[in-house]
């Protein structure tokens, strides 16, 4: 046998070893991607107006898995493992929650939490009663923003629940089609769920047979939204370099939610 082929076959098994180690490396990767996933964190891009003026379409956002324990969802494609949480910690009125829709199960939407199981919630000429009792919604300075239908100045309120809890939220006026609604007697095991771009968000004062959210069963939820951790104009494309930097808007990078 002649040197070269000897040589050849001493070098086979080192590539193929070499090959091993880097798929061996490339699942090891993946798996712990995952298990990050679902135990601890998971992204998440905001894709509409819903929950302006907090978060804007582009935004990318971190959620924390661990806040409500897990369920099917947690997992991706939510298969159908297990019912009902482990782990269960009930979210809390004000916080900003990633969920499935309960309409089809898959979709991610994400909104404020407003009402817990046995809560009473109304909107009436655009205020908002928890229990009977109204929110203290106090006005801030207006905005100017793009409605898709041209420049108009939008109204801008705090308001702070019992808890103490407060944010921010923005609205066209009190005669919208969401401004008035019936009492709200939210199940026990589910949520109350608002965007807080109060006039253009369609949420749990939105039946699903009308394309909203409905309650929120407490299996649904994904998590919370923490931190705001990138985040882009909606014109900015992955085809398009320059517009990573054009169109990013630096100052909501590592954004602390409220």
Do not use: C
């Amino acid at each position: 046998m002649s040197e070269d082929v000897q040589n050849a076959e001493a070098k086979e098994p080192g590539a193929v070893q070499e090959l091993v180690e880097i798929v061996k490396t490339i699942v090891y990767a993946l798996l712990i991607a995952l298990v990050l996933r679902i135990f601890l964190f998971q992204p998440f891009t905001i894709p509409s107006a819903s929950m302006e003026p907090n978060l804007y379409e582009g935004d990318y956002i971190i959620v924390s898995k661990w806040s409500y324990g897990y369920s099917r969802h947690s997992i991706p494609f939510s298969p159908p493992l297990f019912k009902g949480r482990i782990l269960d910690q009930q979210a809390k009125r004000g916080d900003i929650v990633v969920f499935k829709l309960p309409s089809d199960g898959h979709t991610d939407y994400v909104k404020r939490v407003i009402g817990l199981g046995g809560d009473r919630v109304q909107v009436k000429q655009g205020l908002l009663y928890v229990n009977d009792e109204l929110v203290q919604r106090d006005m801030l300075s207006p905005i100017q923003t793009d409605t898709g239908y041209g420049v108009r100045e939008i109204a801008r309120f705090q308001e702070t629940l019992k808890t103490g809890k407060k944010y921010v939220t923005q609205d066209f006026g009190t005669d919208g089609e969401l401004d008035n609604t019936e009492v709200f007697v939210v199940p026990e095991g589910h949520y109350f769920m608002m965007g807080d771009n109060r006039d253009n968000s369609s949420d749990s004062r939105v039946p699903p047979a009308l394309q909203g959210v409905g309650f929120v069963p407490e299996e649904n939820l994904v998590g919370k939204a923490q931190i705001i951790l990138l985040s882009w104009k909606p014109e900015a494309s992955i085809f398009k370099p320059w517009t990573w930097f054009l169109d990013s808007r630096p100052s909501r990078f590592f954004k602390i939610l409220k």
